[in-house]
């Protein structure tokens, strides 16, 4: 078994003096620092079986208590926030895809604790082999989306817009559209209002004279 | 990103009834009517083997048998609970003594009477058959596991699968020595020890991936 390979989180800490709690006690009426702990497991129990038996508002309102104590326990395992907040998003997808997996007659605090750490442990692995096996990319890397940063042979490229520009408008456009921006033949009709069956002749026409142009170009 | 309280909304907003899972424990019945009803299947089509009366009078037979079995059931019983986010995983002791119990058994045999295959011990028949046996049984098992414990996938894979397989295997081995007559001591190490390896190997190297296959949606589509 390869359960955990830090130490095991400590126990639950629904109770507490942390802030979190503590605003959590005052939002619902009870004054700060006299947390109820016992009665808000209850109170989630209740909420995961309205969810259970289809109860939205129930849910959503579970959901949106859960989420501020899931991002404290994240936030013992993960630092970036952006990772933080991304944990948080995945135990509320697992929880969402087996939520019937909870049996109401037992507290539920111990079945969301033991399914968040299940993610954020996952979560870490997958980390740590991402870590030592890519490596990302810097600046250098980075090519650009527009044609020319990317082409190395101008002087062909030159020659070939030279060529495009001898054809006559339509075949000039059919070869604009089909090769260079690479759209569909459905595209491209649809870009230049031409059918179909006239692109068609078109970009074989196109061709035919550009083979033509530049074989007559190398040969001389 | 989507951002969490949009994801919140979207969930709620998909909240559907679901079916509660019944008790772990009555899952794990179900199973094993489903093992047991395999195994009368099986029995019928291809007979129990011809000594059996005989055998089970024999202590450590009895016992090897009981042992494999018994470890089947547990073992099926502690992958439907650790398969459930809030169990223990000392639920995964379980099915051990019995098991210890079982391998003990066999090896014991093994050292007490430790008779080479015969020329004729085991036709080449025999052994097709065995392996007709082997599938038949655990195929329908391994699959209605899997299907049963497709939950876990999010939380111990692993574990589970590795539970589930030895759960199958016991119950295989079982199947076995009650349909084959595969006394020589080589063979019976080979078919218990040897089905019961098989398993958790291919659970331990496919157990994953298949459960991702079956896994619900909503995980399936992140990973």
Same mark, same amino acid.
């Given at each position: ?25 005052? $939002? ?16 989630? =129990? ?47 997808? =697992? ?13 539920? +605090? ?6 968040? !750490? ?18 990302? *990319? ?14 190395? %042979?101008? $002087? ?8 495009? !520009? !001898? ?12 090769? *260079? ?6 595209? #491209? ?6 059918? /179909? ?5 078109? =970009? ?9 142009? &530049? ?6 | 990103?989507?951002? @969490? ?42 007979? /129990? ?12 037979? #009895? ?12 073992? +099926?019983?502690?992958?439907? *609970? ?22 003990? !058994? ?6 007490? %009477? ?50 589930? $397989? ?21 063979? /019976? ?5 040897? =089905?019961?390896? &098989?398993?958790?190997?291919? +659970? ?13 949606? @909503? ?5």
């Amino acid at each position: 078994m390869t359960e955990e390979p830090r130490s095991r989180i400590p126990s639950l800490k629904l109770v507490g003096k942390d802030e979190f709690s503590e605003r959590c006690a005052s $939002s619902r009426g009870y004054p700060a620092g006299q947390t109820k702990p016992v009665a808000r497991d209850v109170d989630w =129990t209740i909420f995961m079986a309205r969810a259970q038996d289809g109860d939205g508002a129930a849910y959503r309102r579970l959901l949106e208590e859960i989420a501020p104590y899931l991002r404290s326990l994240a936030a013992r395992r993960h630092r970036d926030a952006s990772d933080i907040e991304d944990a948080v998003q995945d135990v509320l997808l =697992t929880i969402h895809s087996i939520r019937h997996t909870y049996d109401p007659a037992r507290p539920f +605090a111990p079945w969301l604790v033991a399914i968040a !750490n299940r993610r954020f442990i996952d979560r870490l692995r997958r980390q740590g082999r991402v870590r030592a096996r890519e490596t990302s *990319l810097t600046i250098e890397h980075e090519t650009f989306s527009e044609p020319p940063a990317n082409l190395l %042979e101008s $002087s062909d490229r030159h020659e070939l817009e030279g060529a495009i !520009n !001898n054809l006559p408008p339509v075949q000039q456009q059919a070869i604009r559209l089909l090769k *260079l921006k690479e759209m569909s033949l459905k595209e #491209a009709a649809t870009a230049s209002g031409m059918s /179909i069956a006239s692109l068609k002749v078109a =970009t074989h026409r196109a061709l035919k004279s550009l083979r033509k142009m &530049l074989a007559d170009r190398s040969d001389t | 990103m989507i951002k @969490t309280p949009d994801l919140i909304a979207s969930l709620a907003a998909s909240a559907t009834p679901v079916r509660r899972l019944r008790p772990p424990v009555t899952r794990a019945a179900c199973w094993l009517v489903l093992a047991a009803a395999v195994l009368t299947l099986l029995a019928i089509d291809q007979g /129990i083997r011809p000594d059996l009366g005989r055998r089970l009078q024999d202590p450590a037979f #009895a016992v090897s048998m009981a042992a494999s079995l018994l470890t089947g059931v547990l073992a +099926a019983i502690a992958a439907f *609970l650790v398969s459930l986010p809030d169990r223990s995983r000392l639920w995964l002791l379980l099915p051990m003594p019995a098991l210890v119990v079982w391998l003990s !058994n066999i090896g014991y045999q093994c050292l007490i %009477e430790w008779i080479a295959i015969g020329p004729d011990g085991v036709s080449f028949g025999e052994a097709t058959r065995c392996f007709a046996t082997l599938v038949l049984t655990s195929l329908p098992l391994s699959l209605a596991m899997l299907v049963m414990l497709r939950h876990a996938a999010p939380l111990r894979p692993t574990t589970v699968t590795l539970m589930g $397989s030895l759960a199958v295997a016991a119950i295989t081995a079982t199947a076995l020595s009650l349909l084959h007559a595969t006394d020589a001591t080589v063979m /019976i190490l080979m078919w218990n020890v040897g =089905t019961a390896v &098989l398993f958790v190997g291919l +659970a331990g190297a496919f157990g994953r991936r298949m459960f991702r296959r079956v896994a619900p949606r @909503t995980f399936a589509a992140r990973d």
